[in-house]
């Protein structure tokens, strides 16, 4: 790599609803297609984006990082101005220039946290980023967190997997997992943090501690599921609006 190139993280928020997901896919409109649209008009030269990691369809990201390599300085006030071109639901924070060529956005991110947010009552100013319960039973709270507890015992998920995947290991590193429940506001958030998750996991985990929650799966069916690798019955992918990407860390204190 030459060595006048510059290597620019870019940390980025965005809602997801709009868009089939973060990566770039052919007669489909993505959140990497968008950035990577207005990076190269700007700077005129075409700007490829490497992004920390997929999200689904419908899914959002309250942080987001991705990179980028250019062999020019960026233009007074290009925050600004990519801002502007970008469409209202995809926002840019911070452009940080690195010292080391070989940070990756993706390879090199040792953490990541998402929140699965559900409401139980209706409400018109959380449309687009929480899921409105619409199941028939209301689900018992101390066995949803017993069994998010049960989760973060476990390094192998292939229970949790959906199919068509292209992962080689079903091994990941649970750092977190909780329920945060707001009777008040009649709300329940899950909190999950990991090294790396496979595809539909999240939604599938949440999907199952809602189903122990109304009694259609014992915490000694998911215990099961978990110690021999095996699928859940009838299992619960739950909506994507729900989801969101809340934060990325990596090995150096700053990006």
Sequence with gaps: MASDVKR???????????????QRQPNKISVQETVENAFSTVLRNTITVFGCGRTDTGVHASQYFCHF???????????????????KDI???????????????RFQACRRTYEYHITFQKNPFVLHN?????????PDFLLMQKAAQLIAKYHDFTPFCKTGHSA????CQIYESTWVFDEEKQT??????ANRFLRGMVRLIVGALIQVG?????????????????????GLSV????LTLTEVRYPWENV
């Design 130 to 138: 929480t899921w409105k319960y619409g199941l028939v039973l209301k």
């Design 8 to 22: 620019y993280f870019v940390e980025l928020s965005y809602l997801g609803t709009h868009y089939h997901g973060w």
């Design 91 to 105: 926002a840019i924070k911070q452009f940080i220039l690195q010292d080391d060529l070989s940070r990756h956005a």
């Design 188 to 193: 329940a958030t899950y909190k999950i943090s």
């Design 69 to 87: 390599d250019i062999e020019k300085e960026l233009p007074i006030h290009f925050l600004q101005t990519i801002n502007r071109l970008l469409p």
């Design 214 to 234: 109304i009694g259609k799966l014992s915490l000694g069916e998911l215990e099961y599921a978990l110690d021999n690798q095996s699928f859940i019955k009838q």
């Design 168 to 171: 080689q290991s079903m091994i």
């Design 239 to 242: 909506p994507a609006e729900g």
